[in-house]
């Protein structure tokens, strides 16, 4: 026997299924706080640069969204991004990346997340990789610096934050690049560096400019040999690059926001227009100063490019720093 049904009961049946079947994704980002999760310890360059974003993001993501700053410190950022990438695919988990560690680290070592299932949302800073030394220390070039240790190898020592950290791989790449081999010192942090270079027991220090923003400040004055970017940063219109010096050592320390890939590409967009417009906030802007010469945004895709061209100098230098017995081969 068929029973007749009207077409209210079908048309209330069919928006009930809709329902059902909507993705989970539909309400966000209101329904529960978003973790904007850092790989480093409060109160670090990257902490700071997280929870002066956060506001301004949820500002111009909707009056119902909330971000929330976690910190997921260790192994150089690896931690953080497999928290990420284990979490929900649906926009309310997303990392503060840091580069070149999140791309350098897995080809060195296993890592618990892989770096080609993010989906980068845009580059929010690129803080550039500098070579310094204390004011009266006698090189005055970086092509004089090689030339020196190349002649005697070994008889300058170079401070800098472990493997994955830019001024380690800046380093390594370095010595690849020129054939000069430089005694490396590793430290946890740029603050001890510092205070190493200052005191004389070690040469020179591989340093992001916003450790060191006036050198010549410093209790005992320090100098920038060179600069590690592709082209002189604006704020340092009187220091060279290593390009300019004949080697070809690019390890700018990039910081910015990505996703997993599963995550819907409409949250994903969401979350791109939100950056965008949060880092031309005027707010944002005021409350960024200490860091405002570094701000480079760049959107995901243009971002993920840039990764894309240092993987082959990357991938190299792995194969190098295995074949010396730095790091384990596979």
Request: hydrophobic share 45%; proline share 8%; glycine share 8%.
């Amino acid at each position: 026997m068929v029973f007749p049904v009207s077409t209210r009961a079908v048309g209330a049946f069919a928006l009930i299924a809709a329902s059902a079947c909507a993705p989970a994704w539909a309400a966000w980002p209101n329904d529960k706080p978003i973790e904007l999760v850092v790989g480093f310890a409060a109160g670090g360059e990257t902490d700071v640069l997280a929870r002066t974003l956060a506001p301004f993001m949820q500002k111009h993501l909707s009056d119902g969204a909330n971000i929330v700053v976690v910190n997921k410190p260790g192994a150089s950022g690896a931690i953080a991004n497999s928290y990420v990438q284990r979490a929900a695919k649906d926009g309310y988990t997303v990392a503060m990346v840091n580069t070149p560690p999140m791309n350098f680290m897995p080809l060195v070592q296993s890592t618990p997340y892989d770096p080609d299932q993010f989906a980068l949302i845009g580059r929010v800073v690129s803080d550039p990789t500098l070579l310094v030394v204390r004011d009266d220390s006698p090189y005055t070039s970086l092509k004089d610096l090689v030339a020196a240790v190349k002649a005697k190898p070994d008889s300058v020592s170079i401070g800098q934050n472990g493997l994955g950290s830019n001024g380690g791989v800046a380093l390594n790449v370095l010595m690849l690049e020129s054939g000069a081999a430089f005694t490396e010192v590793p430290f946890a942090g740029t603050g001890q560096s510092k205070i190493a270079l200052m005191g004389g027991h070690v040469d020179m220090i591989f340093a992001s400019h916003t450790a060191v923003p006036n050198p010549a400040a410093e209790q005992t004055k320090l100098r920038i040999l060179a600069q590690f970017v592709d082209a002189r940063a604006p704020m340092l219109p009187n220091v060279p690059t290593a390009k300019e010096e004949g080697f070809d050592v690019v390890v700018p320390s990039d910081r910015g926001l990505a996703v997993d890939k599963g995550v819907p590409a409409e949250v994903r967009e969401r979350l791109q227009v939100a950056l965008e417009a949060a880092l031309k906030d005027p707010g944002f802007l005021d409350a960024a100063k200490s860091f405002s010469a570094i701000l480079a945004y760049k959107p995901g895709s243009a971002w993920q490019g840039d990764i894309d061209a240092a993987e082959a100098p990357l991938t190299r230098l792995a194969a190098q720093l295995k074949q010396r017995g730095v790091i384990a081969g596979n």
